[in-house]
């Protein structure tokens, strides 16, 4: 019954913006850590930011470090994650997913809920 649905890929213009979405239902998630990673063809998925209920206090992979804006809105049951300045090496599959440690964690292994992934192409 849970699902994490994510939305708003596209492609863009490398130094463009996107916003990701990512709506949950079946649950809320307001006091669980949230979290966003990516996967680009031929390449492990990896961690890219992710959220605490508490503060909440953020956690950005250094690639992405001041260009990416992981944010949620509880009442809406909903992650977000803003994208700025984009380049072409953040061309990937995104997902958003729900973390079972509490404080959040980098590792794909402590994820259990998964959305279905939204493609970004960032153009040259």
């Known amino acids: 019954q849970v699902q994490l649905v994510e939305s708003g890929g596209g492609l863009v213009q490398a130094g463009g913006s996107l916003r990701l979405s990512c709506a949950a239902s079946?649950?809320?998630?307001?006091?669980?850590?949230m979290g966003w990673f990516r996967q680009a063809p031929g390449k492990e998925r990896e961690f890219v930011a992710g959220?605490?209920?508490?503060?909440?206090?953020?956690d950005y992979t250094d690639s992405v470090k001041g260009r990416f804006t992981i944010s949620r809105d509880n009442a809406k049951n909903t992650v977000y994650l803003q994208m700025n300045s984009l380049k072409p090496e953040d061309t990937a599959a995104y997902y958003c997913?729900?973390?079972?440690?509490?404080?959040?964690?980098?590792?794909?292994?402590?994820?259990?809920?998964w959305g279905q992934g939204t493609q970004v192409t960032v153009s040259s």
């Open positions: 997913a729900h973390c079972v440690r509490p404080y959040g964690s980098r590792q794909l292994r402590d994820y259990d809920y």
């Open positions: 079946g649950r809320t998630f307001s006091r669980d850590a």
């Open positions: 959220i605490t209920w508490s503060g909440p206090s953020t």
